[in-house]
């Protein structure tokens, strides 16, 4: 059975306003939280941006929901080993709950330590070295590291889980698919065209097989933008007010300001929404979208909803879209 999750965006909502969502979208059917890691929101009218280690924290306490960050990009605001200590311990507290989404970053968000911003593929080293990082701490074990990007002497982790939290990559190419596949435990990405989603997939599965590993246990994540509202004229405001970036097709890794991205979001048309965030009041709409991704073959969809009403949102899926999906 395949989980349908709930996409909480920090940089939209205070933190407190999100657990009661979160717990609303646990009431409603609703099986995991993927909960965004952002310093900046995209624009300033979207107005916040908690920590979200503290907001999962909470979560945890007051769910019984399964939960992650949706992504955390190591080794800028966080050195790879914190980030490994914070999950260890959202693990050991929430057994079986916490997974640890991991990306190559935004210079949105990272660029606030100053640091040179490189360029994607030194991006995808480091987080490859994180990765190599965070999973020899995971082992309990007392350890050294001295690579390309990162330094750490003699490190351990004190407080352990039972069982190390499952480790899954953020990622958009076949490279990092691939290597996703062989060196950790899932796959996240976001909606795209059937070829390129199907290529991932594919990439991850080969990665998974090279390592000895069955690619069917392994889960495959896929986070989606909706907009819904009581009408398309509302759904489609709410896009285009609340969520601008959704309309910019274009590489956002290296824009470093929210004022920067609303200068662009002035440029954002309805159109420009198209194929990328499903725009409808319909709620079999709504089940046909996802549908087409659970037929595709992954096992766990997170959906943000881009507007500000998201209580009804949770409603009508509770209701009337997550009860007729059909997992395989």
């Known amino acids: 059975?395949?989980?349908?999750?709930?996409?909480?965006?920090?940089?939209?909502?205070?933190?407190?306003?999100?657990?009661?969502?979160?717990?609303?979208?646990?009431?409603?059917?609703?099986?995991?939280?993927?909960?965004?890691?952002?310093?900046?929101?995209?624009?300033?009218?979207?107005?916040?941006?908690?920590?979200?280690?503290?907001?999962?924290?909470?979560?945890?306490?007051?769910?019984?929901?399964?939960?992650?960050?949706?992504?955390?990009?190591?080794?800028?605001?966080?050195?790879?080993?914190?980030?490994?200590?914070?999950?260890?311990?959202?693990?050991?507290?929430?057994p079986d709950r916490f997974y640890l989404g991991l990306g190559a970053g935004e210079a949105l968000n990272e660029h606030i330590v100053a640091d040179y911003w490189p360029e994607a593929p030194i991006r995808l080293e480091r987080l490859m070295e994180s990765i190599e990082i965070i999973t020899k701490l995971f082992t309990g074990k007392r350890i050294r590291h001295r690579g390309t990007y990162f330094t750490m002497e003699s490190a351990r982790l004190w407080t352990m889980p039972a069982t190390p939290p499952p480790i899954y990559i953020a990622t958009s190419g076949p490279i990092m698919a691939y290597r996703t596949g062989k060196f950790t435990d899932g796959l996240i990405t976001v909606g795209a065209a059937d070829e390129k989603l199907k290529m991932l997939v594919e990439r991850f599965e080969t990665g998974a097989r090279d390592a000895g590993k069955n690619p069917a246990t392994m889960p495959k994540m896929l986070q989606v933008k909706v907009s819904y509202a009581p009408t398309l004229e509302a759904a489609t405001e709410a896009a285009v007010r609340d969520w601008p970036n959704g309309g910019m097709a274009f590489p956002k890794a290296d824009i470093r300001e929210p004022e920067d991205f609303e200068a662009m979001a002035k440029l954002v048309r309805p159109e420009?929404?198209?194929?990328?965030?499903?725009?409808?009041?319909?709620?079999?709409?709504?089940?046909?979208?996802?549908?087409?991704?659970?037929?595709?073959?992954?096992?766990?969809?997170?959906?943000?909803?881009?507007?500000?009403e998201q209580a009804p949102f949770i409603d009508i899926y509770g209701k009337q879209v997550i009860p007729k999906l059909k997992w395989g």
């Not at 933190?15 to 300033?44: I, R």
């Not at 306490?61 to 980030?83: D, E, K, S």
């Not at 409808?280 to 659970?294: G, K, N, S």
């Open 1 to 94: 059975m395949g989980t349908v999750g709930y996409a909480a965006s920090m940089e939209q909502f205070a933190p407190s306003e999100l657990l009661t969502f979160c717990k609303q979208a646990e009431e409603q059917g609703f099986g995991a939280v993927m909960a965004s890691d952002h310093f900046n929101p995209w624009v300033p009218s979207q107005g916040q941006s908690g920590f979200v280690w503290s907001f999962m924290g909470a979560l945890g306490a007051t769910t019984n929901l399964r939960f992650g960050p949706g992504v955390t990009p190591p080794g800028y605001r966080y050195h790879p080993a914190i980030i490994a200590q914070a999950a260890a311990t959202l693990a050991e507290m929430f």
């Open 272 to 308: 420009n929404y198209r194929n990328r965030v499903l725009i409808t009041p319909d709620p079999d709409e709504h089940v046909a979208y996802l549908q087409h991704f659970i037929d595709l073959g992954f096992d766990e969809i997170y959906v943000h909803n881009v507007g500000r």
